[in-house]
């Protein structure tokens, strides 16, 4: 007997390739927060940057419209096991926030409104990998997932993508974030199944 799952055939084998180990597919984009939902106007958000010798650059949300904006289409994968392929995004990449910083730093701390926290190396967010976004799928991305912005780095384990973004240290040594001191791997690399401490 013939098993035909038309929403899995319709997507086809090439979305298997964009499948990492152990991740099925979703098409709803499911909520996940450790906390209750933050809500920042736009007009009071602010994201600091930090410097390794403590200078601080403010970035309001009038100066990030005037950024470049990017549109980016990313598939994106939670350690929880869900992937969500093509989601599509606008926001600026993080190559033009750091122009301007001359910076020794390896290390990013990412922090967020309500006290969440996600680390990263320096170069991960750099090359076109990384970006602070503010519209999702055409729309104002909502205060559910981490509006007015939030950071989305797509090559890691969604956690690492901040939502209400309004920090970034940069750190001469690694210092473990949220998840990443709760057990979760440190780098979170779907496609090597970095999910907890010791993957
Ligand atoms: N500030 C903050 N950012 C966060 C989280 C969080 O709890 N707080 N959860 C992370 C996790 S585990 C995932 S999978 C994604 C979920 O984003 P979504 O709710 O938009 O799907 O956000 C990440 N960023
Ligand atoms: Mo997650």
């Known amino acids: 007997m013939a098993v035909v799952n038309r929403g899995f055939e319709g997507r086809g084998e090439a979305s298997d390739r964009r499948l990492p180990p152990g991740q099925h597919l979703t098409d ?21 940057i930090t410097s390794e010798t403590r200078e601080q650059q403010h970035l309001t949300w009038d100066e990030l419209m005037a950024l470049p904006a990017e549109h980016i289409v990313a598939d994106i994968h939670c350690v929880t096991r869900w992937s969500k392929l093509g989601t599509r995004w606008e926001g600026v990449s993080l190559d033009t926030v750091l122009a301007e910083m001359t910076t020794e730093a390896t290390h990013v701390l990412a922090t967020s409104y309500g006290g969440y926290t996600t680390n990263l190396p320096l170069a991960e967010l750099r090359g076109g990998k990384a970006w602070i976004v503010y519209r999702y799928d055409g729309q104002e991305l909502g205060a559910l997932h981490g509006g007015p912005v939030r950071l989305l780095v797509p090559h890691l384990y969604f956690w690492k993508s901040a939502k209400w973004l309004n920090g970034l240290r940069l750190l001469l040594r690694d210092e473990p974030g949220f998840w990443e001191s709760a057990g979760y791997h440190n780098h979170g690399d779907p496609w090597r199944e970095q999910r907890y401490e010791f993957d």
């Open 28 to 48: 709803d984009f499911p909520v996940l927060s450790a906390s209750v939902t933050p809500l920042i106007p736009k007009d009071k958000w602010e994201l600091t």
